[in-house]
């Protein structure tokens, strides 16, 4: 059993370092990729609040693919460019949209969805997936939320 219990009281920062702390504790010496993408949506989903959908979309011959995810059943592929997904595989950038409804190209998977973070994760210099977060709340996401998804997608690097 594992029990990583999140200090909701931490400040953003806090919370991301105990976050990647967890993360990194479930995936050393672990060399499963699905397994690893599990469990670190589950921290994800159990760790943040105000989501409705965390996981992974792993890139495979020039698309997205959908991975292991918390939420409503999901797009399966999304090619490079389209949507905020695509747009973080295409550019290997961090994409943070505080109004997916007025991201052009935004794809809907789940209409609660109000805002969204999407986080490349690179090896190499490439993008081998992102991790992507969906929230009901508009504006949900800031800088603060970015950086401790691309601390984590760092570690995550050479586990997935
Ligand atoms: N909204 C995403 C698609 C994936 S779902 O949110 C899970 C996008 O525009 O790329």
């Given at each position: 059993m594992?029990?990583?219990?999140?200090?909701?009281?931490?400040?953003k920062?806090a919370?991301y370092?105990?976050?990647?702390?967890?993360?990194?504790?479930?995936?050393?010496?672990e060399?499963?990729?699905?397994?690893?993408?599990?469990?670190?949506?589950?921290l994800?989903w159990q760790?943040?609040?105000?989501?409705?959908?965390?996981?992974?979309?792993?890139?495979?011959?020039?698309?997205?693919?959908?991975g292991?995810?918390i939420?409503?059943?999901?797009?399966?592929?999304?090619?490079f460019?389209r949507?905020v997904?695509?747009?973080?595989?295409?550019?290997?950038?961090?994409?943070?949209?505080?109004?997916?409804h007025?991201f052009?190209?935004?794809?809907a998977?789940?209409?609660?969805?109000?805002a969204?973070?999407?986080?490349?994760?690179?090896?190499n210099?490439?993008?081998?997936a992102?991790?992507?977060?969906?929230s009901?709340?508009?504006?949900?996401?800031?800088?603060?939320?970015?950086?401790?998804i691309?601390?984590l997608?760092?570690?995550?690097?050479?586990?997935?």
């Open positions: 594992y029990e990583f219990t999140p200090d909701r009281a931490l400040a920062p919370l370092r105990a976050l990647a702390t967890a993360a990194r504790a479930l995936t050393e010496g060399p499963d990729a699905v397994a690893n993408m599990a469990n670190v949506a589950a994800l760790w943040l609040p105000d989501l409705n959908w965390a996981g992974f979309y792993r890139a495979i011959g020039g698309e997205l693919v959908l292991p995810f939420g409503k059943p999901a797009c399966i592929r999304i090619p460019g949507g997904c695509g747009a973080a595989a295409r550019e290997g950038r961090t994409q943070l949209v505080a109004d997916v007025a052009p190209g935004h794809i998977c789940d209409a609660a969805s109000a969204e973070l999407v986080v490349p994760v690179l090896r210099g490439r993008v081998i992102v991790i992507d977060l969906d009901p709340v508009r504006g949900r996401f800031d800088a603060d939320d970015a950086a401790g691309e601390q997608a760092a570690l995550l690097s050479g586990a997935i």
